[in-house]
């Protein structure tokens, strides 16, 4: 006597969720390596910032030398690369398919609307993830190793740094009308995001220093610099364990971030066109 194992109704469910998001994945990264506009966007410019920076010295934290400096160059390109490749041109993306009304059209499919955001959200989001890694290698091959105490810290950062600009993306695209108006309405976060993200040494205990510590970015590049160097705000070399215990409020400021812009993207992403 045989028995079938029938499979569980929530895998049932998965299994054709995946597949449409793997399915409108291949279309978006397909668009992506056909504009070169944005192709731009997401290779050229996040490594012009980042040799920019390194010439004119604004890279690392006061003091830095050594295995910092490299730190730092990861944290600017992290940061560069969150706002323009994840931040602009998912914010473009979702923009032109609603004005085409590609959004209505795969609304009225199986796609949820979940299933919709993300997907012209993956392929930046692996993008971000391969800069990262490269990154890590070449100034490791060209600067000092940067070190690596906490590498879960160096996940976090990257995952949760995505996570707060795609949900930031989707609320700036509720309040562009057009593709050329995403060049204005993405400028308020850029200017927000940019000076306090960590890439410029502030005056550690001012009162803008304060402040930076809860903006956007900065939680991220402050989990990524305290996983690469295990050093807290104050400068002090911590334990792998007590690494976590530092990643806290940074961690605190990411997720409340995701939170507020998950919310505003909710109240503001506007599914049919406003022309």
Known sequence: ?????????????????LRRLMSLTRAETLLLLRNRTA???????????????SVVGGIGREDAV??????????????????F????????AYVARREDRVLQRLLTGSASRLDVLLAPAVPPAVIVLAQVVLGYVAVTLLLDPPGLVNPVLVLLAAVGGTAVMVALAAATAGMSRTVESVQLTTLPVIVLVLPFAGMFPLPQGSVIDTVARFTPLRGVTDLL????????ADG???????????????????????????WAARRWMRWAPRR
């Open 1 to 17: 006597m045989s028995t079938t194992t029938v499979p569980a109704p929530a895998a049932r469910a998965t299994a054709p969720r």
């Open 39 to 53: 192709l731009m966007y997401a290779l050229a410019l996040p490594v012009a910032f980042v040799l920019l920076f």
């Open 66 to 83: 050594g295995q910092e400096v490299s730190a730092g160059v990861l944290v600017t390109l992290l940061t560069i690369s969150l706002i």
């Open 85 to 92: 490749v994840v931040y602009y041109n998912i914010t473009t």
């Open 225 to 232: 610099w305290l996983g690469l160097t295990g050093r807290d």
């Open 236 to 262: 002090a070399t911590l334990t792998f364990a007590e690494t976590f215990v530092a990643a806290a409020q940074p961690l605190g400021v990411v997720i409340l971030w995701t939170a507020l812009a998950a």
